[in-house]
């Protein structure tokens, strides 16, 4: 993955008079990585992407698309950009290729490129029907179709998956995929963890305007790192036995389960040190946080 920064932000904040909705976010999304964007409803992430698409003002700070400012210089910044954001609107009573050529027209961009888009999201085949006889799933994916249109070098996504069913979602994530291994950069805001989960290469999670956590996914949720055992017996002195080994960083009992702060690879280790002290390991294996657990401890589980 190239270092190219295609989206920044320097302490962006804004102000809806008493009320802070984005509170001094500085983010970097670097070309070709799906970036996702969480938060708790009412968390400040629709504000941050309407300053990004140059809706809203920001109260102070500032945002950049491929070094222009999207405020001193929006036509070069937003012209690398495609956007779907919340519930797409089209003309119900046209077809789905119609809704597409109007926009397609108002761009100046040839017939030819609806085809195009189009065929990136599986929807020729129905192309001529009405939007108002499409499923949800194919009226979110003609909204991704109409960001497409003008090639984009960015794509930011505002709930895709939003009202869909598990095929739905599926078609969604493999779209995404697609559309990065072709090159493009997306920016992904989505209160559906698993799926972000699925998609994203790194994450910020927002709270009441302010990043609470931010990095790479499985930094985030420490992949390859700790270690669950569920013993028989003395549960005591398993923790003892444990607590005395040099290279253990940390044990913690949660329930019946012992959580050991080691890497994952370790388990042969730890079973072997507690069968030798006479203790009968009843299960041991890698413990992944997920990031949904890793949410709630965030957000104090909003």
């Known amino acids: 993955m190239s270092t190219e920064q295609m989206i920044q932000t320097e302490q962006l904040t804004r102000h809806f008079k008493d009320h802070v909705a984005v509170d001094n976010i500085s983010l970097t999304i670097e070309r ?7 938060g708790p409803n009412g968390s400040g992430k629709t504000t941050t992407i309407a300053m990004l698409l140059g809706l809203i003002k920001p109260t102070s700070g500032r ?9 001193e210089n929006p036509v070069a ?3 690398h950009v495609g956007a779907m954001i919340e519930s797409p609107a089209f003309y119900p009573y046209l077809s789905g290729y119609n809704n597409l050529r109007i926009l397609a027209r108002a761009d100046g961009l040839p017939a030819s490129r609806i085809d195009a888009v189009l065929e990136m999201v599986e929807l020729q085949k129905a192309a001529r029907d009405r939007f108002q006889t499409y499923s949800q799933g194919m009226k979110q994916r003609l909204a991704i179709a109409a960001a497409l249109l003008r090639e984009p070098e960015i794509i930011i996504l505002d709930e895709p998956t939003n009202g869909l069913d598990p095929a739905g979602m599926v078609e969604i994530r493999s779209l995404i995929r697609q559309l990065v291994n072709e090159g493009h950069t997306i920016f992904l805001s989505s209160h559906l963890l698993y799926e972000v989960e699925q998609t994203c290469h790194r994450v910020a999670i927002l709270k009441e305007g302010r990043i609470l956590a931010e990095g790479a996914v499985d930094a985030l949720l420490h992949r390859g790192r700790g270690v669950q055992v569920r013993v ?3 549960v005591q002195k398993a923790i003892e036995v444990l607590q005395a080994v040099p290279w253990i960083e940390s044990v913690k009992q949660e329930a019946d389960l012992l959580l050991i702060d080691v890497a994952s690879d370790q388990a042969p280790q730890i079973n072997a040190l507690l069968t030798q002290a006479g203790i009968l390991v009843a299960e041991i294996r890698a413990r992944e946080e997920t990031l949904e657990t890793f949410f709630l401890e965030v957000t104090g589980g909003s």
């Open 232 to 234: 028989t017996g003395d």
């Open 63 to 71: 945002a950049r698309i491929m070094g222009h400012d999207v405020q």
């Open 77 to 79: 910044a937003l012209s």
């Open 32 to 38: 070709g990585e799906v970036f996702g964007f969480l």
